[in-house]
T-cell receptor
Framework: EAGVAQSPRYKIIEKRQSVAFWCNPISGHATLYWYQQILGQGPKLLIQ????????DSQLPKDRFSAERLKGVDSTLKIQPAKLEDSAVYLC????????????????FGEGSWLTVV | SQQGEEDPQALSIQEGENATMNCSYKTSINNLQWYRQNSGRGLVHLILIRSNEREKHSGRLRVTLDTSKKSSSLLITASRAADTASYFC???????????FGKGTTLSVSS
């Protein structure tokens, strides 16, 4: 089974420039997440999609970050304009549709897209 | 906001020794998960323990959960150099729709 695919793996941009990251989740997974992980910290949820609808984007800095999931499959995360503090790893993850809240779903992560803003 | 807090932040041991890391959380949970992250890689799910379970094993991993103390521990027995990684505990957010991760414990196992 193919895992979560992300690209590009590495990106260096200057502040105020824009960048876009792409994610292809595991086939059949209804839920897709974008997490931001700053060096030395745990991942922080930016946005969660279920199919092509947004479930939670409360921690997405909407003045500069945007994300979409067209057709409920692939997703892109865009940052425009980038700031120095956006330097981080952007992790895409997916999980099957949750059927039982008490059970909990395993989340499957991609390898991440490393962003350095200079 | 982060729900779980791992302790210690960093742990260095020799191969063959056991490694124990702890996680404390703030609100009631249905389950708690542990993930591993090798340097430069994504996170990998290790184990899930439900709120009605007190202990769970998977290979060299043993996880305990004490809901009265809102804490969990992950024990890796007979550690190997390949266990060198960061370990994160994760619990569901308030809506129960996504996972919230702690800051992690960085484990270094030297041969």
């Amino acid at each position: 089974e193919a895992g979560v695919a992300q690209s590009p793996r590495y990106k260096i941009i200057e502040k105020r420039q824009s960048v876009a990251f792409w994610c292809n989740p595991i086939s059949g997974h209804a839920t897709l997440y974008w997490y931001q992980q700053i060096l030395g910290q745990g991942p922080k949820l930016l946005i969660q999609f279920q199919n092509n609808g947004v479930v939670d984007d409360s921690q997405l800095p909407k003045d500069r970050f945007s994300a979409e999931r067209l057709k409920g499959v692939d997703s892109t995360l865009k940052i425009q304009p980038a700031k120095l503090e956006d330097s981080a790893v952007y992790l895409c993850a997916s999980s099957p549709l949750k059927r039982d809240r008490g059970v909990g779903n395993t989340i499957y992560f991609g390898e991440g897209s490393w962003l350095t803003v200079v | 906001s982060q729900q779980g807090e791992e302790d210690p932040q960093a742990l260095s041991i020799q191969e063959g020794e056991n490694a124990t890391m702890n996680c404390s959380y703030k609100t009631s949970i249905n389950n708690l998960q542990w993930y591993r992250q090798n340097s430069g890689r994504g996170l990998v799910h290790l184990i899930l323990i439900r709120s009605n379970e007190r202990e769970k094993h998977s290979g060299r991993l043993r996880v305990t959960l004490d809901t009265s103390k809102k804490s969990s521990s992950l024990l890796i027995t007979a550690s190997r150099a390949a266990d060198t990684a960061s370990y994160f505990c994760a619990t569901a957010n308030q809506a129960g729709t996504a996972l919230i991760f702690g800051k992690g414990t960085t484990l270094s196992v030297s041969s």
